[in-house]
């Protein structure tokens, strides 16, 4: 099985700050990655899909990078929607998502 | 719009069944892989199982499989979850999504929460 863990688990930033969330990969998934936002009591909203290719109608401030084993998500200046928790999800082999990573205000 | 609607969550005890429903609208069910994704409270999301447009091919998550069926009805635009033999551990909010279309889940339901407790 392929596992996948995110860094930080918790992130504490402020609006206007860039932030970057990692996820690596147990074993080679070359681009097939996405990530996804969630908020409280919501479903999960697809961000991004092979690794870097923006979801229609997300905002330009999200952006994706990696291949391989470690990939990123960028928000480069936040806005208060953004404080949410965000996933990674393989889908190389069935699907595994990350652990999660809280974005909090700080 | 894309619209997923979940059904039939609730309280059962352990080694019981409950079936969840989708409803689906808002695009052509039948082109799309469908799925069900659930979460445990306050924990990350698991995947569980798909099923293909036509229903020839179902997957599943190692800790469901010979316990869920996934089955679907596209004269209803309807998707379904079987679940027997509930455990503790199955007890989570659980999704509907559209997908896997090309590996991703772009559309997802608002969820129903299943316990498992006596």
């Known amino acids: 099985d392929i596992q996948m863990t995110q860094s930080p688990s918790t992130l504490s930033a402020s609006v206007g700050d860039r932030v970057t969330i990692t996820c690596r990969a147990s074993?080679?998934?070359?681009?097939?990655l996405a990530w996804y936002q969630q908020k409280p009591g919501k479903a999960p909203k697809l961000l991004i899909y092979?690794?870097?290719s923006l979801e229609t109608g997300v905002p330009s401030r999200f952006s994706g990078s990696g291949s391989g084993t470690e990939f990123t998500l960028t928000i480069s200046s936040l806005q208060p929607d953004d404080f949410a928790t965000y996933y990674c999800?393989?889908?190389?082999?069935?699907?595994?998502f990350g652990q999660g990573t809280k974005l909090e205000i700080k | 719009e894309v619209q997923l609607v979940e059904s039939g969550g609730g309280l059962v005890q352990p080694g019981g069944s409950l079936r969840l429903s989708c409803a689906a609208s808002?695009?052509?069910?039948?082109?799309?892989?469908m799925s069900w994704v659930r979460q445990a409270p306050g924990k990350g999301l698991e995947w569980a199982a798909n099923?293909?447009?036509?229903?020839?091919?179902?997957y599943y998550v190692d800790s469901v499989k010979g316990r869920f069926t996934i089955s679907r009805d596209n004269a209803k635009n309807s998707l379904y979850l079987q679940m027997n033999s509930l455990r503790g551990e199955d007890t989570a909010v659980y999704y509907c999504?559209?997908?896997?279309?090309?590996?991703?889940?772009?559309?997802w339901g608002q969820g129903t929460l299943v316990t498992v407790s006596s």
């Open positions: 999800q393989q889908y190389d082999t069935y699907f595994t």
């Open positions: 092979k690794a870097s």
């Open positions: 099923i293909k447009q036509d229903g020839s091919e179902k």
């Open positions: 074993q080679s998934i070359s681009s097939w």
């Open positions: 999504a559209r997908g896997p279309g090309a590996g991703v889940f772009d559309y």
């Open positions: 808002g695009f052509t069910f039948d082109t799309y892989w």
